[in-house]
């Protein structure tokens, strides 16, 4: 009985022994050294889309782009993350804009993926839904202009009106009536959601007449309500900030025209629509040609001013979206543009010498509820937008100002500092051009300037959650993601050439 013993014990020994060396046994490592950008490793052969963009309630077949490799000068540095499988189910996202395309990453760039295929004449910030979920689109094909959903990730889109028939025929005549209701619709601002749900939307269509009019879709119904029908040709639509009016402008191209037909020469006039009850609402119409809209006061208030080649813009008032009674909001002239920060509603403009009511040179900021602006620098900028993802004012060539005025980005190199960028961190994002070459560059907190990657580009944009990755659009259409503290460069995908925006979604 012990000799059984010891030779089971003997052979339970031998049986496992080679089992409790393998698990004891060391294991090599795998992991790669760790990098603040993500690497996606290729996961599939990409897809071709279709040429023209579909007008079923099918999805896009869509091309998905996850490999990845170095931008000069900066060295690809590998990381241990794993690639995501997908586009994030409930945003944010990134859209991207491209002459016959639109695409949409996740927010760091990964994932790059056609969310769209076709002529797109819609500026992305207005095409987007409050909600982010869905985007309204004006595209172009050959039988004329269409009015398109396209939801938010699926691709899954559907055709909401057929808003103009404009052939190749019919582009030949640039001054037909025809031709004048297409370039209303596709050249201006023609779409506006409602606030809130976005449950309506605003859109400018020829659908039952010769000109551009006034149209909304309800997107519980389904139905498409015409409310405006004049001979004037409607353009940018502008909804009240309670959701109650539609403001809208109403211009013509009258003769003589020589040279190249770019905009309307003419301004017709102003109106308003009651969205719950359809009536429309003259308003007094600004002086000028030019169809001059600044924003909103308030829910019942909107701001224009008037133009003229002496003295540019001047006059500067609120008026009230029913009775159409204006208030002074500033009298002094400026340069051509005055435009509003959503955070705060303060306005920025250029002063216009040359007008005996100027301030003279400079860049001015007049606060909201006041009417004597102040001076933020004393050269003129050429040209003043906001920028709502880095929620700065940009005043070109000179810089970039907060919404109160307190804090200011100068460029790095002065009239050779182009697509700034600014991120939720405070880190800076720059375009240099200098002897037709690029180079991107980027400032974090108090640290120097640091060249990440070399060549042209046509967007920069930092990721809408931490403010930490930058992404870079070059002009070729190649996405690159670059991410704090080293910023190495890394190809996230490839896109069409001339990316014309890049935005996040709500």
């Known amino acids: 009985m012990h000799n059984y013993s010891k030779v089971l014990a003997i052979l339970l020994v031998i049986i496992f022994l080679p089992a409790c060396v393998l698990f004891s046994r060391p294991v090599a490592s795998t992991t790669m050294p760790t990098s603040p950008a993500k690497v996606v490793q290729s996961s599939s052969t990409p897809n071709t889309g279709p040429a023209e963009l579909a007008l079923t309630d099918t999805p896009f077949p869509r091309i998905v782009i996850d490999t990845r490799t170095p931008l000069p000068p900066t060295p690809l540095t590998p990381s241990d993350t794993p690639a995501p499988a ?110 809130g749900e976005g449950r309506l939307l605003a859109f400018m269509g020829a659908i039952k007449g010769p000109t551009s009019d006034l149209y909304v879709y309800n997107f519980q119904t389904l139905k498409v309500t015409q409310l405006t029908n004049g001979p004037s040709q409607a353009v940018m639509p502008s909804w009240s900030p309670d959701g109650q009016y539609i403001l809208h402008f109403g211009v013509s191209w009258v003769p003589p025209f020589g040279g190249a037909i770019i905009g309307a020469n003419r301004l017709d006039g102003l109106w308003s629509v009651n969205a719950s009850t359809g009536e429309v609402i003259t308003l007094p119409r600004p002086l000028g040609i030019n169809p001059n809209f600044a924003g909103w006061l308030d829910a019942a208030h909107f701001i224009t001013y008037d133009s003229s080649e002496q003295c540019f813009s001047q006059n500067l008032r609120g008026v009230d979206v029913v009775s159409g009674k204006a208030t002074p909001i500033m009298s002094y002239s400026f340069y051509y543009q005055v435009v509003q920060s959503p955070e705060n509603e303060a306005l920025l403009f250029a002063g216009a010498p040359g007008c005996t009511n100027s301030l003279g040179d400079g860049i001015y900021l007049l606060p909201a509820g006041q009417t004597k602006p102040y001076q933020l620098t004393g050269k003129r900028a050429y040209e003043v937008s906001w920028m709502p993802e880095s929620k700065v004012f940009n005043a070109y060539p000179e810089a970039l100002f907060s919404s109160d005025g307190q804090t200011r980005y100068d460029p790095p190199v002065y009239d050779a500092s182009f697509h700034p960028a600014i991120s939720k961190q405070g880190y800076q994002a720059w375009q240099i051009i200098q002897n037709q070459k690029g180079r991107v560059v980027v400032k974090a907190a108090a640290g120097d300037w640091q060249t990440i990657a070399t060549g042209l580009v046509d967007q920069l944009l930092w990721d809408p959650l931490q403010g930490k990755t930058l992404l870079i659009v070059m002009d070729d259409g190649t996405l690159y993601s670059a991410a704090f503290p080293d910023f190495t460069a890394v190809k996230m995908g490839k896109m069409d050439r001339a990316v014309s925006q890049a935005i996040w979604t709500p």
């Open 86 to 195: 997908g586009l994030n189910p409930s945003g944010p996202y990134i859209l991207f804009k491209a002459p016959t395309s639109i695409w949409i990453s996740n927010p760091d760039g990964s994932f790059l993926t056609q969310l769209s295929t076709s002529q797109v004449a819609t500026d992305l910030r207005l095409a987007i839904s409050p909600k982010g979920d869905r985007l309204a689109l004006v595209v172009q094909n050959d039988q004329g202009l269409d009015l398109m959903q396209v939801k938010i990730p699926s691709g899954h889109t559907e055709k909401i009106a057929h808003l103009i028939d404009y052939t190749s025929q019919d582009a030949s005549d640039a001054t037909s009536a025809k031709s004048f209701a297409a370039y209303a619709i596709r050249d201006y601002d023609s779409l506006a959601w409602q606030p």
